[in-house]
């Protein structure tokens, strides 16, 4: 097939494309600076002369863009959107009900959602990634100073100034103050449940416009999307990361270091390293750490994250919070460990930096289940069967 690949700056594109024509499938890259509207004649214009040059069978995206989506209706052209960020407003627009989608998603429970509400175009599917990277890479010239610790964790503290929590919390309403510290203070202390969205009535909802001011969203999605995930879980993945953090640079003074685009930063006892670059370090941090931590985003119930198949894929040994969708592919204690809270935490890291031939063994293990089933080939084996055939 001629494939159109939606190109922008989204992950995994080489290995994505390499996968594609290691099928027999030509590819060819469209880039178009309207690619994020909801409808655009000039992009209608730019992407039909394309695909009649081209020859098009079929249009493929990372994340779901409903100006494809919408060409790809009109034009009776299949369109395979692989949603890998959550939370994701395009995603609920109204040409999501389109029978030309094949829409991906990589958290189950998002996907149960959508399917049970009645839509059949949605598929669940874990993300892939590229276990052959780090042998390239390893190759390379690199800072290995900079990149080898004992410990890392790489990602968003979300400490930004000015965020849509603290900016509700600045009105002063003391009972919505109350009742949102309540929230995000109890889902600190559970994994593998989200109440969030439960808790979030419509009334909390309409003090929360109230005092903050949303609008009306464009999408097909309310504002308690909205609140959850940019308020709510935004808020409790703040307080968990730097709480988490804060205790690991107690128990081991400098001996952590975190990655990320935050450069100001600070946590006592853990060294902040700023952004590891996505194509020439990252995959080198995770083999070079003895433990990667991962701290899920709380907007992505069930799902495994991308950094997680990145850590497993690169031969990292993972050590994560639970997260259900993990447990339907790899074997825990196996192929990667979980910890139950703080205290946990602390104790499995102790224990997995004084036991190196466990670790390294977990680490290789999973490295190896990817390897056999969850490549880019793999992956988008599946999904060209289930595109072909239904």
């Known amino acids: 097939m001629n494939i159109l690949f939606l190109d922008w700056l989204?992950?995994?594109?080489?290995?994505?494309?390499?996968?594609?024509?290691?099928?027999?499938?030509?590819?060819f890259e469209f880039a178009h600076e309207d690619y994020q509207e909801d409808k655009s004649d000039k992009f209608d214009r730019d992407i039909t002369e394309f695909c009649k040059k081209n020859d098009i069978d079929i249009c493929f995206?990372?994340?779901?863009?409903?100006?494809?989506?919408?060409?790809?209706y009109k034009n009776n052209m299949k369109y395979i959107s692989f949603v890998y960020d959550c939370p994701y407003v395009m995603l609920y627009s109204y040409q999501l009900k389109y029978p030309?989608?094949?829409?991906?998603?990589?958290?189950?429970?998002?996907?149960?959602?959508?399917?049970?509400?009645?839509?059949?175009?949605?598929?669940?599917?874990?993300?892939?990634?590229?276990?052959?990277?780090?042998?390239?890479?390893?190759?390379?010239?690199?800072?290995?100073?900079?990149?080898?610790?004992?410990?890392?964790?790489?990602?968003?503290?979300?400490?930004?100034?000015?965020?849509?929590?603290?900016?509700?919390?600045?009105?002063?309403?003391?009972?919505?103050?109350?009742?949102?510290?309540?929230?995000?203070?109890?889902?600190?202390?559970?994994?593998?449940?989200?109440?969030?969205k439960k808790v979030l009535t419509p009334d909390i909802i309409d003090m929360l416009e109230k005092e903050f001011g949303y609008g009306t969203p464009k999408g097909a999605f309310g504002l308690d999307y909205i609140y959850e995930n940019y308020v709510m879980n935004r808020k409790i993945t703040q307080k968990e990361r730097r709480r988490i953090l804060e205790r690991v640079g107690r128990e081991y003074p400098r001996r952590c270091?975190?990655?990320?685009?935050?450069?100001?930063?600070?946590?006592?006892?853990?060294?902040?390293?700023?952004?590891?670059?996505?194509?020439?370090?990252?995959?080198?941090?995770?083999?070079?750490?003895?433990?990667?931590?991962?701290?899920?985003?709380?907007s992505i119930k069930t799902g495994i994250p991308l950094r997680c198949m990145d850590i497993m894929g690169s031969g990292g040994f993972l050590l994560t919070n639970y997260q259900r969708d993990l447990f339907e592919f790899f074997d825990v204690d196996k192929e990667f460990v979980i910890y139950e809270d703080d205290d946990d935490l602390v104790r499995k890291?102790?224990?997995?930096?004084?036991?190196?031939?466990?670790?390294?063994?977990?680490?290789?293990?999973?490295?190896?289940?990817?390897?056999?089933?969850?490549?880019?080939?793999?992956?988008?084996?599946?999904i060209f069967d289930i595109v072909n055939h239904k």
């Open 10 to 27: 989204c992950y995994a594109k080489e290995g994505t494309i390499d996968a594609f024509k290691k099928m027999k499938h030509n590819v």
């Open 61 to 72: 995206s990372y994340n779901f863009y409903p100006v494809l989506s919408e060409f790809c």
């Open 100 to 196: 030309t989608n094949y829409v991906f998603l990589f958290d189950s429970s998002q996907y149960k959602e959508l399917y049970e509400g009645g839509l059949r175009n949605v598929f669940y599917m874990i993300l892939p990634t590229d276990p052959k990277l780090i042998d390239r890479m390893l190759e390379t010239e690199y800072d290995k100073e900079k990149l080898t610790c004992d410990i890392s964790f790489m990602g968003q503290l979300y400490d930004e100034e000015y965020n849509y929590y603290d900016r509700i919390q600045g009105k002063k309403n003391e009972y919505l103050n109350g009742y949102m510290d309540a929230i995000v203070c109890a889902q600190q202390k559970i994994y593998g449940y989200s109440f969030v």
């Open 257 to 298: 270091k975190l990655f990320t685009w935050e450069k100001k930063a600070e946590v006592l006892g853990v060294k902040n390293m700023g952004v590891a670059d996505y194509i020439k370090e990252m995959n080198l941090v995770f083999y070079l750490s003895k433990i990667n931590l991962n701290i899920t985003l709380r």
């Open 349 to 382: 890291i102790d224990y997995y930096l004084k036991n190196e031939n466990e670790r390294k063994e977990i680490a290789l293990n999973a490295r190896k289940k990817i390897e056999a089933n969850y490549t880019f080939y793999h992956i988008f084996g599946e």
